[in-house]
């Protein structure tokens, strides 16, 4: 008798340490998925943040709104957007998916009004960096100066 029991007890046997071990496993991933929902329910408080993150560091460059956010910060500060020109588009290091937007732009205007348009660039959500300034004084002191800016955002 225990000869014809024998082998059906073995089977019981695997067949119960694959139970605990499906058990073990449904435990762990129930506990996995456990941990996703609190850290999704914590992303969801800082959604503001990273919100601003997202506008800080844009997925498409978006160039129409770029040069938009230029025209409409100058005009806001009582500048003139005499010209704007794309510098360029690159990698900003090597094996990177942060990419650079390089812009060109001049500006005419009172100086005042300038210094209020880069604290605008610098408040501003976006990353900008100001690269480079240029700027010619006219001839008479009643006449708008022009101002040649090179700044410098970055894409995901």
């Known amino acids: 008798m225990v000869v014809l029991l024998w082998p059906k007890y073995q089977d019981l046997q695997e067949l119960t340490a694959l139970l605990e071990q499906k058990e073990t496993e449904l435990q762990l991933?129930?506990?996995y998925f456990s941990q996703l929902r609190e850290t999704s329910r914590k992303l969801e408080e800082y959604g503001e943040n990273l919100s601003k993150i997202n506008s800080a560091l844009p997925e498409d460059p978006s160039l129409p709104s770029l040069f938009?956010?230029?025209q409409q910060t100058?005009?806001?500060t009582g500048l003139l957007l005499e010209k704007i020109e794309l510098g360029g588009i690159k990698p900003a290091e090597k094996n990177s998916k942060i990419r650079e937007i390089h812009l060109n732009?001049?500006?005419?205007?009172l100086y005042p009004d300038f210094k209020n348009f880069l604290s605008a660039l610098e408040k501003s959500a976006r990353l900008i960096q100001v690269q480079k300034i240029m700027?010619?004084?006219?001839?008479d002191l009643e006449e708008p100066f022009s101002f040649k800016v090179d700044i410098k955002t970055y894409a995901y």
């Open 29 to 31: 991933k129930k506990d």
């Open 68 to 70: 938009d956010y230029i």
């Open 74 to 76: 100058a005009s806001q």
């Open 105 to 109: 732009f001049i500006l005419s205007g």
């Open 135 to 139: 700027f010619s004084t006219p001839q």
